[in-house]
């Protein structure tokens, strides 16, 4: 069955930075575009940003772009948000999605605080 396992969140100070990863499991990593959400306290879902399966197209949010990087390494089935400049305002739940077959597939999220 298809997984997701995020880690990389916690607590860091404005400015900051943090690496997130998502690892996937039972489905081919390679053929999948995969995307990080976030989701604040009282807000909607928002995508963060999105990279096809060979890795040579991305795209990121607006409220993001210059200071994350999307990246994937197929070989170890990862994909991974770095996250640099951090605002307070990146304070959210991040989960990675991917789409298998019709399906929305889900990670459980972890948790990035930005805060002094």
């Known amino acids: 069955q298809v997984q997701l396992v995020e880690s990389g969140g916690g607590l860091v100070q404005p400015g900051g930075s943090l690496r997130l990863s998502c690892a996937g499991s039972?489905?081919?990593?390679?053929?999948?575009?995969m995307d990080w959400y976030r989701q604040a306290p009282g807000k909607e879902r928002e995508l963060v940003a999105s990279i096809s399966g060979s890795g040579s197209s991305t795209s990121h949010a607006d409220s993001v772009k210059g200071r994350f990087t999307i990246s994937r390494d197929n070989a170890k089935n990862t994909v991974y948000l770095q996250m640099n400049s951090l605002k307070p305002e990146d304070t959210a739940v991040y989960y990675c999605k991917v789409d298998v077959a019709t399906r929305h597939y889900w990670g459980q999220g972890t948790q990035v605080t930005v805060s002094s």
């Open positions: 039972g489905f081919t990593f390679s053929r999948y575009t």
